[in-house]
Nanobody, 124 residues
Framework: QVQLVESGGGLVQAGGSLRLSCTASGRTFRSYAMGWFRQAPGKEREFVAAVSWSGGNADYADSMKGRFTISRRYHENTVYLQMNSLKPEDTAVYYC?????????????????WGQGTQVTVSS
């Protein structure tokens, strides 16, 4: 019903920046929140950030606050994750996700659709 495609990952030096994009397509007859999660090798999936349908409300994991910015234009189907001051520990596969409805949540199981992920690698 909803398909998600992420892009923008790659290799970057510590302290550098990347901008991830995620575009949702398909039949969306109601509002939905969009979020980013990440998973490093051998680690469990971790919440990164989420933004409401309106783009006016956002939530971040504590370790990302001040470095990452999630953005979304009003009722658009593309979400961005601007990542600054990247650290080696940010290395992971980053996944875009959609949750039907406008409410935000950091709980992955509440999201309804997931993208395939994009690799972010931060070198020392």
């Amino acid at each position: 019903q909803v398909q998600l495609v992420e892009s923008g990952g790659g290799l970057v030096q510590a302290g550098g920046s990347l901008r991830l994009s995620c575009t949702a397509s398909g039949r969306t007859f109601r509002s939905y929140a969009m979020g980013w999660f990440r998973q490093a090798p051998g680690k469990e999936r971790e919440f990164v950030a989420a933004v409401s349908w309106s783009g006016g409300n956002a939530d971040y994991a504590d370790s990302m606050k001040g470095r990452f910015t999630i953005s979304r234009r009003y009722h658009e189907n593309t979400v961005y994750l601007q990542m600054n001051s990247l650290k080696p520990e940010d290395t992971a596969v980053y996944y875009c996700a959609v949750k039907m409805g406008n409410d935000l949540t950091s709980r992955g199981y509440e999201y309804d659709y997931w993208g395939q992920g994009t690799q972010v690698t931060v070198s020392s």
